[in-house]
T-cell receptor, first 118, second 114 residues
Framework: AQKITQTQPGMFVQEKEAVTLDCTYD???????LFWYKQPSSGEMIFLIY??????QNATEGRYSLNFQKARKSANLVISASQLGDSAMYFC???????????????FGKGITLSVRP | GAGVSQSPSNKVTEKGKDVELRCDPI?????LYWYRQSLGQGLEFLIY????????KSGLPSDRFSAERTGGSVSTLTIQRTQQEDSAVYLC????????????FGPGTRLTVT
């Protein structure tokens, strides 16, 4: 079974500063993918970044980067140069990657609320 | 192109009634997922369709919940004899083909059972 843990309380960051959102996971799968999604107050889930378990380099997408530490089973999201529009709920998620290539369900953490202060 | 759409956006129903929630995935996406998000919680997997394969129903909380996907496209999630604990936002997502593709989510249906 897969499990995602996000235990930080509500996070606050000053505009233009960087912030790290923590995510630890547990799985017995050999091959898996890690995802971060953003959910603003409007409710839609927005995909931010993906990291494969066999990727040697940390994923980056614009201001988002993923600090992947496989041995520690952590996949922290780093947001650089925070903007007011970054205020939202952030979810870490994972899924198994099967040999057949078939998609599989995402397992989500409970999320972290980020508030960006002007 | 058009994203995942869901209808209705809001549904209020009385306890004991049946409801149907609809999801239109992104055209060409072969995988379709239903999740449930209760207040202040993460997303809970309900059911997953992949092409013509048998769906993965392992997340359905009870036999009151069912879903079908017609023609490999539109999906309907049905909740029979609704209970107050069914109140949640029901999110649909789709993804393309196989591999590690991210899932694209619809705006959700907020279900309130009174």
């Amino acid at each position: 079974a897969q499990k995602i843990t996000q235990t930080q309380p509500g996070m606050f960051v000053q505009e233009k500063e960087a912030v790290t959102l923590d995510c630890t996971y547990d799985t017995s799968d050999q091959s898996y993918g890690l995802f971060w999604y953003k959910q603003p107050s409007s409710g839609e889930m927005i995909f931010l970044i993906y990291q494969g378990s066999y990727d040697e380099q940390n994923a980056t997408e614009g201001r988002y980067s993923l600090n992947f530490q496989k041995a520690r089973k952590s996949a922290n999201l780093v947001i650089s140069a925070s903007q007011l529009g970054d205020s939202a709920m952030y979810f870490c998620a994972m899924r198994e990657i099967v040999r057949t290539g078939a998609n599989s369900k995402l397992t989500f953490g409970k999320g972290i609320t980020l508030s960006v202060r002007p | 192109g058009a994203g995942v759409s869901q209808s209705p956006s809001n549904k209020v129903t009385e306890k004991g009634k049946d409801v149907e929630l609809r999801c239109d995935p992104i055209s060409g996406h072969t995988a379709l997922y239903w999740y449930r998000q209760s207040l202040g919680q993460g997303l809970e997997f309900l059911i997953y369709f992949q092409g013509n394969s048998a769906p993965d129903k392992s997340g359905l909380p009870s036999d009151r919940f069912s879903a079908e996907r017609t023609g490999g496209s539109v999906s309907t999630l049905t909740i029979q004899r609704t209970q107050q604990e069914d109140s949640a936002v029901y999110l649909c997502a789709s993804s393309s083909g196989t591999g590690v593709y991210e899932q694209y989510f619809g705006p959700g249906t907020r279900l309130t059972v009174t």
